[in-house]
């Protein structure tokens, strides 16, 4: 008795049951695998993606418009803006800010009498580091300030001067509060006598 070979179907040669969702797996025959069936692999049925290209997050020609988003740092709003470096000061001389203009308005009588002082304007070259870039002025001036130098005993000199004739007022003072007006008693007594109490106290700027 011969025996008829049995014929797939088309339908289980495609491995896709009549009527399955597009994009399933379903199993196919394998007569080399236990049971005869065979999972897809994960490529058949792996949906495709197309590749896109990533936009930049921000355009690079922005940059050069964009606002300084940096600063100098440890430098505070409260800071002296003439303070000066001590350390490069030369040495043998002094420096200090003297009165250049009021509201715009030079005063050339004062740097006179400031230069019968021995002051002198201070060259701006000397210190590149200290006037921003581009500065052409001969002399360092910063909001109405012209900074003037002089030899540091000259300086000496005139602080002693100063606090000679401090002293002076205070003596005169003193004195002056035991004199007594015209034709009246002396204060000379304990219970007339002026009190005088001395005190040294850092002085106060207001702002």
Known sequence: M????KILSSTAMSGTAAGAPAGIAQPVANPGAPGGVA???????????????RQPEHDATHDADAPRMRRRRG?????????LPLDQIPEGSSYEW??????GQQDPFYISSMRDQGWEPV?????PNWVPPGYKEPHLIKGG??????PIELTNEAKSEMNRSARDQVVTAEQRLGLAPKD???RDHEGVRPRITKEIARMVIEE
């Open 75 to 83: 430098q505070s709003q409260h800071e002296d803006p003439f303070a």
């Open 98 to 103: 003297k009165r250049w203009s009021v509201h």
């Open 123 to 127: 060259n701006s070259a000397r210190h």
């Open 39 to 53: 999972k897809q692999s994960a490529a058949q049925h792996t949906p495709a993606h197309t590749a896109t290209t």
């Open 184 to 186: 009246t008693m002396t």
């Open 145 to 150: 300030m012209i900074l003037m130098e002089r």
């Open 2 to 5: 011969a025996i008829q070979p």
